[in-house]
Nanobody, 129 residues
Framework: VQLQASGGGLVQAEGSLRLSCAAS????????MGWFRQAPGKEREFVAA????????YYADSVKGRFTISRDNAKNTVYLQMNSLKPEDMAIYYC???????????????????????WGQGTQVTVSS
């Protein structure tokens, strides 16, 4: 599976961006998908995830109410709609895919980088104050 993230750019604080992550392969609908970000000098951190069924999404507390993850299985694409952006949201954003199809797991599972099998190359989000 190859993941291609796009949609990053420069935006003013309180602005919006929509990131996209296009996946290759015919089994996209069976992957849970996640978004992570990494700011300079910091570790990569969880942002949001959506289950392979697509029925449930999870968010980091820092983005709840501002970011929305969604997926379009027909287009093999997962999205991250980011509203009310803050300077602290500035980072490289990565999408990731988990092919294990776990059941009865929660946000603690999806927050772990090690659970994801495939990673995209990242897209830069810059927020000016």
């Amino acid at each position: 599976v190859q993941l291609q993230a796009s949609g990053g750019g420069l935006v003013q604080a309180e602005g919006s961006l929509r990131l996209s992550c296009a996946a290759s392969g015919r089994t996209f609908s069976s992957y849970a998908m996640g978004w992570f970000r990494q700011a300079p000098g910091k570790e990569r951190e969880f942002v949001a995830a959506i289950t392979w069924i697509g029925a449930t999404s999870y968010y980091a507390d820092s983005v709840k109410g501002r970011f929305t993850i969604s997926r379009d299985n027909a287009k093999n694409t997962v999205y991250l709609q980011m509203n009310s952006l803050k300077p602290e949201d500035m980072a490289i954003y990565y999408c990731a895919a988990d092919e294990s199809r776990p059941l009865y797991v929660g946000v603690g599972y999806y927050r772990r980088l090690s659970e994801y099998d495939y990673w995209g190359q990242g897209t830069q989000v810059t927020v000016s104050s």
